[in-house]
């Protein structure tokens, strides 16, 4: 398989070059593209150096199978037929084609299938908060339908970038110090803060990272009228969203069915042994695979209800991973040339 | 009013003090009591020394009108006798009592007058989280009966004393320096993570912390049949707590009616202006007084639902500025012998 990573300097493409490294994915030739500032930086790849080309208007993607992109929705707009146009699937983390009709939209633990039909060779990547919640919301919904979900979201610095990441860690310092933190890549100081603002607000008052959990989920989960109410907040955690997630089902299910369903759902590991103080947490799920599942129990408000807490390290599944498993997917189901 | 404060030494009797010396409370006469340990130290109060007396099986009370009591529940069982035996009304801040038929549980915006029957001179006051989400819950069920609420919460370190603030500060301090953090309040490292666990497990998988919030709901707001399921996790977060809340009504009420019933609520300050990124933050209410509420929108999920965010300082409002405020209420209606 020839590969192409594009946006190879940001967080999520340094994981892409990590994930390709450890995951069973056959690479025979790999391209590094970036912006002219990223183009000449080199990067390791299963012992050898690659240097990154700044992406450009030409035919540089000739031979590429596969394209793994982000480098953010502009980006992507601006060089998808560049990308597609020598036969290339592009598959896209940023939400530039997300909702577009001819696009898939795909988590391959719940519908892998979708990523078999891409007419303009563009599959698209959900939104990590997303992809987190229906790898959760898939082995429940296989028991009885999901119809509605209320989620609240315990959101990672990693979400916003590596120097997100960096800004929060240097305001803990900085406070320690008695110094200013420095305030930039949040609206507000995020160190010993939570903020309820992820991404534009829009007309309702729900922000676009809110809106992304209700219109991504109905189309991954083909649920056209599965009801999603989020509230998405960043809290002062370097990698690993949590999400608190309520669902209410055309049937009742029981806690025991739950827990069986999710102890063998594929993408799922299930810790779930209060007892014992085991449950999922950010700081254990950094730069793991699953969607860790916990604290599964009734809704005591409501018959048709279950509550339960799911934590996955928002780079690694919720971008870089995933993106890598739909290739993967459509590998074994004979859609390259290669 | 002669006034003592039980558990002077501890986060919330500090509290008390600074509480008692900024609201509009005559006090003509203080005494300090707490643990041995504690017996000796000096606390001042209106430019006065105070010197923290024993807690013992004696007279100390007589004369007393209102003690405020915050030493856990094993003491407040112990001496409630003691406090109350010469006619004083014993404000409790622990759970020792809270869903005792005799003994009135009172948030003074909701159920104040429900401290004028306090057959046996104790009254409750409400578990932190559950004061902060009564006070935003009752503007609306005023609109219309809250049927059902689901809510996330995000809770400071304060929650579990001083010394876990410190805790929080010195893991954040040790990470910096590349040291091993140490971990003794919380079941796990804090900083940098989120722990969804707070008090005891009980039967149903739901924490002490969470049932508290379902019980004392139905109790202060006399709706024996609300339902409500809540998570709660704690964050890396100094002081005061936030939370996520979803409500049903028996009829819609709008958004607009809601806001309108917020704005005019006693305790409650909206902070609602998307479009200029406001809304409340843990960050901005330490050490305030009100229940800070924003982010106001339909649950899309449910036509008869609304969202919204609340957050307040869970020493003040949350034990502390409730339980003086509880002993204002009484004054104002003639409670008290002095």
Same mark, same amino acid.
């Given at each position: 398989m020839n590969v192409a990573i594009v946006g190879a300097s940001g967080a999520v493409g340094q994981e892409f070059i990590k994930v390709l490294q450890q995951v069973d994915f056959p690479v025979d030739n790999l391209k590094l593209f970036g912006s002219a500032r990223s183009a000449g930086r080199k990067y390791a790849f299963r012992g050898n150096d690659y240097t990154v080309e700044e992406l450009c208007d030409n035919d540089a993607f000739k031979g590429i199978d596969v394209a793994f992109v982000s480098a953010g929705g502009d980006t992507s707009k601006r060089f998808a037929e560049v990308i597609t146009r020598h036969g290339a699937v592009m598959i896209d983390n940023s939400s530039a084609f997300r909702m577009d009709a001819d696009v898939p939209l795909v988590v391959p633990e719940v519908n892998g299938d979708d990523a078999l039909n891409a007419p303009r060779r563009i599959i698209a990547n959900p939104n990590c908060t997303t992809i987190q919640m229906v790898v959760a919301l898939a082995p429940i919904n296989r028991?009885?339908? /999901?119809?509605?979900?209320?989620?609240? $979201?315990?959101?990672?610095?990693?979400?916003?970038?590596?120097?997100?990441?960096?800004e929060l860690v240097d305001q803990a310092r900085a406070l320690s110090a008695g110094e200013q933190p420095k305030v930039e890549r949040f609206a507000y100081q995020l160190?010993?803060?939570? /903020? &309820?603002? %992820?991404?534009?607000?829009?007309?309702?008052?729900?922000?676009?990272?809110?809106?992304?959990?209700?219109?991504? $989920?109905?189309? %991954?989960?083909?649920?056209?009228? %599965?009801?999603?109410?989020? $509230?998405?907040?960043?809290?002062?955690?370097?990698?690993?969203?949590?999400?608190? %997630?309520?669902?209410?089902?055309?049937? &009742?299910?029981?806690?025991?069915?739950?827990?069986?369903?999710?102890?063998?759902?594929?993408?799922?590991?299930? /810790?779930?042994?209060?007892?014992e103080k085991q449950y999922p947490m950010p700081l254990f799920a950094a730069d793991c695979d699953p969607v860790y599942v916990g604290r599964v129990r009734r809704d005591i408000s409501n018959e048709r209800g279950l509550t339960f807490w799911a934590v996955s390290d928002q780079i690694r599944k919720g971008a870089a991973l995933n993106a890598v498993q739909i290739a993967q997917y459509m590998l074994d189901k004979g859609c390259f040339r290669h």
């Amino acid at each position: 398989m020839n590969v192409a990573i594009v946006g190879a300097s940001g967080a999520v493409g340094q994981e892409f070059i990590k994930v390709l490294q450890q995951v069973d994915f056959p690479v025979d030739n790999l391209k590094l593209f970036g912006s002219a500032r990223s183009a000449g930086r080199k990067y390791a790849f299963r012992g050898n150096d690659y240097t990154v080309e700044e992406l450009c208007d030409n035919d540089a993607f000739k031979g590429i199978d596969v394209a793994f992109v982000s480098a953010g929705g502009d980006t992507s707009k601006r060089f998808a037929e560049v990308i597609t146009r020598h036969g290339a699937v592009m598959i896209d983390n940023s939400s530039a084609f997300r909702m577009d009709a001819d696009v898939p939209l795909v988590v391959p633990e719940v519908n892998g299938d979708d990523a078999l039909n891409a007419p303009r060779r563009i599959i698209a990547n959900p939104n990590c908060t997303t992809i987190q919640m229906v790898v959760a919301l898939a082995p429940i919904n296989r028991l009885s339908e /999901i119809k509605r979900v209320h989620v609240a $979201t315990y959101q990672a610095a990693s979400g916003a970038g590596a120097a997100a990441m960096d800004e929060l860690v240097d305001q803990a310092r900085a406070l320690s110090a008695g110094e200013q933190p420095k305030v930039e890549r949040f609206a507000y100081q995020l160190a010993y803060n939570v /903020i &309820p603002h %992820i991404d534009v607000f829009q007309d309702n008052d729900y922000t676009k990272e809110e809106m992304k959990m209700y219109y991504e $989920t109905r189309k %991954i989960m083909h649920l056209p009228s %599965i009801e999603v109410s989020a $509230t998405c907040v960043r809290v002062p955690v370097l990698r690993a969203h949590s999400e608190a %997630i309520w669902v209410e089902t055309a049937e &009742p299910v029981s806690v025991e069915a739950a827990r069986e369903a999710f102890s063998s759902a594929p993408g799922v590991v299930l /810790i779930d042994n209060p007892a014992e103080k085991q449950y999922p947490m950010p700081l254990f799920a950094a730069d793991c695979d699953p969607v860790y599942v916990g604290r599964v129990r009734r809704d005591i408000s409501n018959e048709r209800g279950l509550t339960f807490w799911a934590v996955s390290d928002q780079i690694r599944k919720g971008a870089a991973l995933n993106a890598v498993q739909i290739a993967q997917y459509m590998l074994d189901k004979g859609c390259f040339r290669h």
